[in-house]
């Protein structure tokens, strides 16, 4: 069974950074293709940065070089390094593989940016 447990969440003032952590189990996680998605209220989810198993970034264009994803196998964790955050970043942010495993999505982390 994938588990994936989200943290690293927080109250920040416009332009701070955060970095989320997204430790998983349940999965082989170094063939997987893991993503960090978030949901603001109302609207549907969308992905924002992905990694392959072979390192291979993308970012949605709304957070492309602000937002860094990575992982680090050994721990079976991914990583969102945040940067330069704005107001309307402030979303619930989750992490599942990619495409997602509809029976994985997590509590996710809370991330909200003070203007």
């Known amino acids: 069974q994938v588990q994936l447990v989200e943290s690293g969440g927080g109250l920040v003032q416009a332009g701070g950074s955060l970095r989320l952590s997204c430790a998983a189990s349940?999965?082989?996680?170094?063939?997987?293709?893991m993503g960090w998605y978030r949901q603001i209220p109302g609207k549907q989810r969308e992905l924002v940065a992905t990694i392959t198993a072979a390192n291979a970034t993308n970012a949605a264009d709304s957070v492309k070089g602000r937002f860094t994803i990575s992982r680090d196998v050994a721990k079976n964790t991914v990583y969102l390094q945040m940067n330069s955050l704005k107001p309307e970043d402030t979303a619930v942010y989750y992490c599942?593989?990619?495409?997602?495993?509809?029976?994985?999505w997590g509590q996710g982390t809370q991330v909200t940016v003070a203007s």
């Open positions: 349940g999965i082989i996680f170094k063939f997987a293709t």
């Open positions: 599942n593989t990619v495409p997602a495993s509809n029976n994985a």
